[in-house]
């Protein structure tokens, strides 16, 4: 909504109460000059209208910028003076903004006669969210309403900003224990009877009897609509709704009138209420989640899960949170709708950090309409928490749908609300150990100990970063429960708890090792922040250095755009290397020449073999490759062996182009901290540079490759996204309109990087570009259910 509201011209069309007036009150409060004038039917002649519109005028000729917002224009609409509205609104431009707010659709006149790029706000975009109705009813009344009881006043009122205020008003003198019951008796009395009649009062008389007849459909179908009033009138009606002068909501992709003003409508042309047809959710039963597989007990298996929200699901488990977003894309497109409606979850909660946090509510709210409307309640009841810890409310909120889980004995839906809720808050430097550890201990009563030592791993990152007491002691616990799950991952954040509370001298060192874990195991960043004296301690270069002999060829490897392997500069020719030896060699030049445990390549490559024969396997592997690949004149070879582990014999890590991408863009983080722009511009080229294509290609889908493919692919993105914005800071608009348009190439499912290439169209005055980003950038958010 905020980005829509930046546009040259807005038209906001809602009924009233809606919240119009509201919105542009908090324009008036923003940094920007705004000027509002409010306009009644005396203004319907150009004597009264033209004193009013000229000054308007004049102030945004002469003016370097400011804002002229116009609130109910439907008063001017067909009549003489609504010439006035033109002439303002041809002004609007990127410096120059206009806001009409207006309870009927303007003519099309007036949407195409602006100088600048024109938003239309309607009813179901200003409806307000479950959070804001729960915040509402403590400002205005003095109590909290419960998240279930706002999603059903959600559900009855369409999130219409007067009638919510309304039911708040009245719940003042109600005692905080009856407070849902009562809400839930008064929304079906008359309490909004004046309101209602206001609204209808203000639509065409067309427009309201037509609404009257069509009152006892539970949804407003165009076909349906056609057969009871005939085509001209249903046109009508629909131009009305879609045009926002009637308060609906869009669920499941129908329009639904709410069902406060459809039994208005009914009792007002005289259908009987044991007659009226009634529309609600179904039967309240519980549905079993798809999302609960996130807390069963681990399954053993050799081959990964076929389908892909289940192969998502063992990717998040396993910590790789960037391997498992391609899997939820596909997931969307599954005929399971409740696996669908999961990984709508799941993405908007991966995505959380890096999305506007109202783009990301608005989201959830829709989902949690849809899932209420398709019986998952559970479902949209873990939904319900989601969003009370994104919009940060109270913290009993988010606790409360914990504990109606605990009511209803749902131990997985409970462990799911809270285990949301402890990732929200520890992104936000909120979370507690001690939340972490009754999260772990939920977790292993239900059997699953993998997710429970990701949790005892953050409990000790958490102490650490509070200076816990008992910060020992979780590090302890944590790395006691890696090694009984061979959870590997989560040492990561082990070792960053580890750098915050032991020596100095080794805190680098651990650090470096916690990011490279974390790297490996596809989690781009950890959820809790490492504190900033700590995060800007120097790296070391890492890995174990290879042999110093002279006689060793200098060897260089590259996974950007498939592999390269070179020896003193020139290509090693792999075509004679039998195929599973080449893909080991990949592996281990994914690791950029770190040690990797010869249990692990030969569980990945060989696994449907067996321990032994896989074991077998690999030894043969590094016999063939050290004979088709000999280094002439060399004691060296080109697979070490390093105790139980194999290394690619690289004689340091920057030899490989991915360890090289990682130190540019922590170079570049660094002269970021200094406010060094020009150097963290050129770091950040230099990364991009090397960023020649996907990791890996040859090895398609493979499981051992995809994550770290994602992980290069996001951080590449948002580092292209960070050098057009630093470009348009330089003075250089066509190198920044280059990275922007690179990053939405690299990721084009990164909401920064589709914004930053808007932001940088407009500033560099291409405004068809900037349109035609804007609407590419709409439908990648419609297909990630967004929209």
Not at 67 to 93: C, G, M
Not at 139 to 147: D, F, P
Request: charged share 25%; net charge negative; glycine share 8%.
């Amino acid at each position: 909504m905020a980005d829509r509201l930046r546009a040259p011209c807005v038209i906001l069309v809602a009924p009233g109460g809606a919240g119009k007036t509201t919105l542009l009150r908090r324009l008036a409060d923003g940094d920007r000059r705004v000027t509002c004038r409010t306009l009644g039917p005396e203004h319907r002649t150009p004597a009264a209208i033209d004193p009013v519109i000229d000054p308007l005028i004049e102030a945004l000729t002469t003016s370097d910028a400011a804002t002229i917002a116009i609130d109910d224009a439907h008063h001017l609409f067909d009549s003489p003076a609504e010439a006035a509205l033109d002439r303002l609104v041809a002004r609007a431009d990127e410096d120059h903004h206009v806001v009409i707010a207006s309870r009927l659709p303007p003519g099309s006149h007036l949407v195409h006669g602006s100088g600048g790029e024109v938003q239309i706000v309607t009813a179901p975009e200003l409806a307000l969210r479950i959070d804001e109705i729960a915040e509402t009813f403590r400002a205005v009344g003095g109590h909290v309403l419960g998240l279930e009881c706002a999603s059903r006043v959600v559900s009855e009122t369409g999130g219409w900003a007067a009638l919510v205020h309304r039911l708040a008003v009245l719940s003042r003198l109600v005692d905080a224990d009856a407070l849902d019951a009562t809400v839930d008796l008064v929304m079906h009395g008359d309490f909004a009877t004046a309101l209602l009649e206001d609204a209808l009062h203000s639509l065409p008389p067309a427009v309201a009897t037509a609404l009257e007849r069509t009152s006892a459909l539970p949804t407003l179908e165009f076909a349906e609509c056609t057969h009871l009033l005939g085509a001209d009138d249903a046109t009508a009606l629909f131009d009305a709704v879609d045009g926002g002068a009637v308060m609906h909501v869009v669920e499941l992709g129908q329009r639904v009138v709410p069902p406060v003003l459809r039994r208005h409508l009914q009792a007002r042309c005289g259908i009987p209420a044991e007659h009226a047809e009634r529309r609600g959710p179904p039967p309240p039963t519980e549905v079993p989640l798809a999302l609960d597989a996130l807390c069963r007990p681990k399954q053993p298996a050799r081959t990964a899960p076929a389908d892909p929200f289940d192969a998502g699901i063992a990717r998040i488990r396993a910590g790789d949170v960037v391997g498992a977003i391609p899997l939820l894309h596909r997931a969307l497109r599954a005929d399971d709708f409740e696996a669908r409606l999961a990984a709508r979850l799941l993405l908007l909660v991966i995505r959380e950090p890096l999305a506007p946090r109202e783009a990301t509510l608005d989201a959830l709210a829709a989902l949690e309409r849809e899932s209420v409307a398709l019986g998952q309640h559970s479902l949209a009841r873990v939904i319900r928490g989601a969003i009370a810890t994104v919009a940060g409310l109270h913290d009993r909120a988010a606790q409360a749908v914990v504990e109606e889980f605990d009511v209803r004995r749902d131990e997985r839906g409970a462990a799911l609300a809270a285990g949301i809720d402890l990732l929200v808050r520890a992104r936000r430097g909120r979370a507690s150990s001690a939340q972490a550890i009754a999260l772990a201990q939920r977790l292993d009563r239900l059997g699953s100990t993998d997710a429970a030592t990701w949790c005892r791993a953050a409990a000790a990152l958490l102490a650490a970063t509070t200076g816990g007491a008992h910060a020992h002691e979780l590090i302890r616990d944590a790395e006691t429960a890696v090694i009984a799950t061979r959870m590997d991952a989560a040492s990561a954040f082990i070792d960053a708890a580890r750098a915050l509370t032991g020596p100095s001298g080794q805190a680098a060192a651990l650090l470096a090792s916690s990011r490279r874990r974390a790297m490996q195991a596809g989690l781009p960043r950890l959820p809790v922040p490492v504190p900033p004296l700590a995060a800007g301690a120097p790296a070391p270069t890492g890995g174990t250095p290879a042999s110093a002999d002279p006689r060793h060829p200098h060897l260089t490897v590259g996974c950007f755009g498939g592999f390269r392997l070179r020896a003193d500069g020139a290509e090693l020719d792999l075509r004679s290397v039998r195929p599973q030896a080449r893909a080991l060699l990949r592996m281990l030049a994914l690791n950029s020449g770190s040690p990797l445990h010869r249990e692990l390549i030969a569980d990945i490559l060989w696994g449907d073999l067996g321990t032994d024969s896989a074991v077998h396997a690999l030894h043969v592997s590094v016999s063939s490759l050290r004979k088709a690949l000999p280094l002439a004149g060399s004691s060296g070879s080109i697979v070490e062996r390093v105790g139980e582990a194999y290394r690619l014999g690289i004689q340091d890590r920057h030899d490989c182009d991915l360890a090289e991408f990682d130190d540019r863009l922590a170079q570049a983080a660094a002269s970021k901290l200094r406010r060094d722009a020009a150097a963290t511009a050129s770091s950040l080229r230099r990364a991009l540079a090397l960023y020649v294509g996907e990791v890996l290609p040859e090895d398609g889908p493979a499981e051992w490759v995809t994550g770290a493919r994602e992980r290069y692919r996001t951080r590449a993105a948002e580092a292209a996204s960070s050098l057009a914005h630093l470009e348009l800071h330089l003075g250089e608009p066509r190198a920044a309109v280059a990275a922007a348009s690179r990053a939405v190439q690299i990721d084009p499912w990164l909401d920064e990087s589709w914004r930053t290439l808007v932001t940088v169209h407009r500033s560099s005055g291409d405004v068809v570009a900037a349109e035609r980003a804007a609407e590419d950038y709409r439908r990648m958010r419609i297909a990630l259910g967004i929209e």
